[in-house]
Nanobody, 127 residues
């Protein structure tokens, strides 16, 4: 069973930066496709960024140029570097993983097919 634990959330002023991390256990991390999603109360979750096991990255239009997703296979960790944060980035951020069956660009570009989810970490951006 794959388990994902997010860390790094918090309160930051607009224009500031945060780095989220997600540690994975169980399974073969190097074969996973990893993603970050976020949810605002009353809305569906939104795909933010994802990265294939081969290192291809995909971003939501709202975060392009500001957020960067990366993985550390040795540490079995995926990071989300968030710069120039805006109040509308306020949400609970979730880490997610999926196996090779959903690793094509068709799935990842649509932020779909993710099977395993973390518990989430709150990010609050004040204006």
């Amino acid at each position: 069973q794959v388990q994902l634990v997010e860390t790094g959330g918090g309160l930051v002023q607009a224009g500031g930066s945060l780095r989220l991390s997600c540690a994975a256990s169980g399974g073969d991390f190097s074969s996973f496709n990893m993603g970050w999603f976020r949810r605002v109360p009353g809305k569906n979750h939104e795909g933010v960024a994802c990265i294939s096991s081969d290192g291809d990255t995909y971003y939501a239009d709202s975060v392009k140029g500001r957020f960067t997703i990366s993985t550390d296979d040795t540490a079995k960790t995926v990071h989300l570097q968030m710069n120039n944060l805006k109040p509308e980035d306020t949400a609970v951020y979730y880490c997610a993983a999926t196996g090779s069956g959903y690793g094509s660009s068709w799935y990842l570009a649509r932020f779909t097919g993710f099977t395993f989810w973390g518990q989430g970490t709150q990010v609050t951006v004040s204006s």
